[in-house]
């Protein structure tokens, strides 16, 4: 998938919390770096799998450090958000 954002850089993300926190986001890929070892992912990825996993995430990541990865900045076009509360008003034909 990285070639694909190289030549086409549209991407769509979705953000979904188990609390129900929704973000949408629309916008442009950049090559940050291309695959590489050792490179600036390398923080990035470390501090993701801190947050997401944990100390006991550090293993895969090291038994992974040797792989190759490409780095991208998605810059926003546009970014919608939903924290749950009900209907939009476009949507709702009755008051409840």
Do not use: C
């Amino acid at each position: 998938w990285a070639g694909y954002l190289e030549r086409d850089g549209r991407v769509s993300l979705s953000i979904d919390a188990e609390a129900g926190d929704r973000v949408l986001v629309k916008g442009m890929a950049t090559v940050i770096e291309e695959p590489n070892v050792g490179g600036k992912w390398v923080p990035i990825a470390r501090e993701m799998v801190l947050r997401y996993r944990g100390e006991e995430g550090l293993p895969y990541l090291e038994a992974t450090s040797e792989e190759p990865r490409w780095l991208f900045f998605v810059t926003p076009t546009q970014i919608k958000s939903w924290r749950g509360g009900g209907w939009a008003t476009k949507y709702k034909h009755y008051q409840w």
